[in-house]
C-alpha cells in the first residue's frame, strides 16, 4: 500500500498502474508461450513485455519492442517516447527493419484498449508478421493486416457501437469484429 501511495505523490496515473503479482505470474507468461512455438521467441516477448509494462506503469507513454520472429533477437526498441499513447519510429528503427519479412511489432496500450487502426495499419505498410499489443491490464492481443483501413471508417463503426453499448472497449472490441468480416484484418487476445 505504502507504495501505491508513494506513486500516486509522483504523479502517477493510477488508472495504468499494473499488477505487478500478475506480469510476474507464470499466467501472464504462459501466454507468451501460444505466441510462439519457438521457446527462444516467446522468451524474449515476454521478457520484454515485462520490462515495457514495469517501465511505464502508472503513465500513459508506450514502449515498443521490434523482434525477430525466427529466432527471437531485439532488433530495435523505442522506450523514450515523448508523446503520450504513440510510437515514432526513430531512423535507427526503421534501418533495423526495413526490408525483413519475419518482424514481431509488440508494444504497450497503457489505457488497455485492443490495437488501434493505427496499428493495423502499421502492421501492413511495415509488412510484420505479426503485431502485439500488451495492455497495462495484463490483457494481450495479437493482430494481422493484409491491408489498409481508413481511420473515418473505423470511427464509424466504433460511434455505431459505442451508441449501442455505451463502453469504448467492447464498442473498439465489437467494430474490429464486425470489421474482420468485410476487411482483411485479424485479431484475437491471447488466454
Request: aromatic letters at 12%; glycine letters at 4%.
Amino acid at each position: 500500500m505504502d507504495e501505491y501511495l508513494e506513486l500516486q505523490r509522483y504523479g502517477r496515473d493510477k488508472t495504468t498502474l499494473i499488477d505487478n503479482g500478475y506480469i510476474l505470474s507464470g499466467a501472464f507468461r504462459k501466454k507468451f508461450d501460444a505466441i510462439s512455438t519457438n521457446i527462444d521467441v516467446s522468451r524474449t516477448l515476454y521478457s520484454k513485455a515485462k520490462e515495457m509494462l514495469m517501465h511505464r506503469s502508472g503513465t500513459k507513454y508506450e514502449d515498443m519492442y521490434w523482434i525477430d520472429g525466427d529466432c527471437g533477437k531485439v532488433l530495435a526498441k523505442e522506450t523514450n517516447a515523448i508523446e503520450e499513447e504513440q510510437i515514432l519510429y526513430s531512423n535507427s528503427v526503421q534501418c533495423a527493419i526495413s526490408g525483413r519479412e519475419n518482424v514481431i511489432a509488440m508494444h504497450t496500450h497503457p489505457c488497455s484498449m485492443p490495437p488501434s487502426i493505427a496499428d493495423f495499419n502499421s502492421v501492413y505498410e511495415h509488412n510484420y508478421m505479426l503485431g502485439i499489443v500488451v495492455c497495462h491490464n495484463g490483457k494481450v492481443f495479437c493482430y494481422k493486416s493484409s491491408e489498409t483501413v481508413t481511420q473515418t471508417m473505423y470511427n464509424l463503426y466504433v460511434a455505431d457501437y459505442y451508441q449501442l453499448l455505451h463502453d469504448e472497449y467492447e464498442a473498439q472490441i465489437a467494430a474490429l469484429n464486425e470489421m474482420m468480416k468485410t476487411y482483411d484484418i485479424a485479431y484475437w487476445e491471447v488466454e
